[in-house]
């Protein structure tokens, strides 16, 4: 427990003095103009801290990938195959979150590899993913998923149709691998949301 209040210390830390300025991991996909564009409403964005330094994504991208390895690779409804995957709603529902990097990164790997036969205009959406573009509740544990409707769902992934999912998740993805790159066992990542306008956190106390 001392180690992991530790973590939370070191991590909040690194999280004023990076992310706050601009400077994230030379593998990530943040910039000063991403934390500028939050500050004035733009889409919900997911901050990663660990060892090898701190970097931002966009929510997008995190829930491309997680809705389609539910629908693709655990048949609709999580199995815990992709625990540390999951377990990053909890940082979308407004609390901070930790997970093991080592895990999430052999995780995105998996899904990187099932899905890449996956195009986006073939992609599953999560009625979670659904509710919170609409503001609306919907648990982590209850989320089922079904085909997208590209026109309605994957708008943010528009001149992309005929790219595989992983690839269009590129934002997530490359945060991941980049700051998990040399990540050894009992290294921590952890996620925190920059809320926005649009996307209001909501406190749902549910994890997965």
Same mark, same amino acid.
């Given at each position: 427990?001392?180690?992991?209040?530790?973590?939370?210390?070191?991590?909040?830390?690194?999280?004023?003095?990076?992310?706050?300025?601009?400077?994230?991991?030379?593998?990530?996909?943040?910039?000063?103009?991403?934390?500028?564009?939050?500050?004035?409403?733009?889409?919900?964005?997911?901050?990663?801290?660990?060892?090898?330094?701190?970097?931002?994504?966009?929510?997008?991208?995190?829930?491309?990938?997680?809705?389609?390895?539910?629908?693709?690779?655990?048949?609709?409804?999580?199995?815990?195959?992709?625990?540390?995957?999951?377990?990053?709603?909890?940082?979308?529902?407004?609390?901070?979150?930790?997970?093991?990097?080592?895990?999430?990164? /052999? +995780? *995105?790997?998996?899904?990187? %590899? @099932?899905?890449?036969?996956?195009?986006?205009? =073939? #992609? &599953?959406?999560?009625?979670?993913?659904?509710?919170?573009?609409?503001?609306?509740?919907?648990?982590?544990?209850?989320?089922?998923?079904?085909?997208?409707?590209?026109?309605?769902?994957?708008?943010?992934?528009?001149?992309?149709?005929?790219?595989?999912?992983?690839?269009?998740?590129?934002?997530?993805?490359?945060?991941?691998?980049?700051?998990?790159?040399?990540?050894?066992?009992?290294?921590? /990542? +952890? *996620?925190?949301?920059?809320? %926005? @306008?649009?996307?209001?956190?909501?406190?749902? =106390? #549910? &994890?997965?």
């Amino acid at each position: 427990m001392s180690c992991v209040r530790h973590f939370r210390r070191r991590s909040t830390s690194m999280l004023t003095s990076g992310v706050a300025h601009g400077r994230t991991h030379p593998g990530g996909d943040s910039s000063e103009r991403d934390v500028a564009a939050h500050s004035s409403g733009a889409p919900m964005k997911l901050v990663f801290t660990g060892r090898a330094g701190a970097g931002l994504c966009d929510w997008e991208s995190f829930a491309l990938l997680r809705d389609n390895v539910q629908h693709f690779v655990e048949g609709g409804l999580q199995s815990g195959r992709f625990s540390a995957l999951h377990g990053i709603a909890r940082a979308v529902d407004g609390d901070a979150c930790i997970v093991d990097a080592v895990r999430l990164r /052999l +995780e *995105v790997l998996q899904a990187w %590899s @099932a899905l890449w036969s996956v195009r986006v205009d =073939g #992609a &599953a959406v999560s009625s979670r993913t659904r509710a919170i573009r609409e503001h609306r509740v919907v648990p982590a544990g209850g989320s089922v998923t079904g085909p997208a409707i590209a026109n309605v769902d994957l708008l943010q992934f528009a001149g992309n149709w005929s790219a595989p999912v992983p690839k269009a998740a590129g934002s997530f993805v490359t945060a991941v691998l980049s700051l998990t790159n040399t990540a050894v066992a009992g290294d921590l /990542l +952890e *996620v925190r949301r920059m809320p %926005s @306008a649009r996307q209001p956190a909501s406190r749902s =106390g #549910a &994890a997965g």
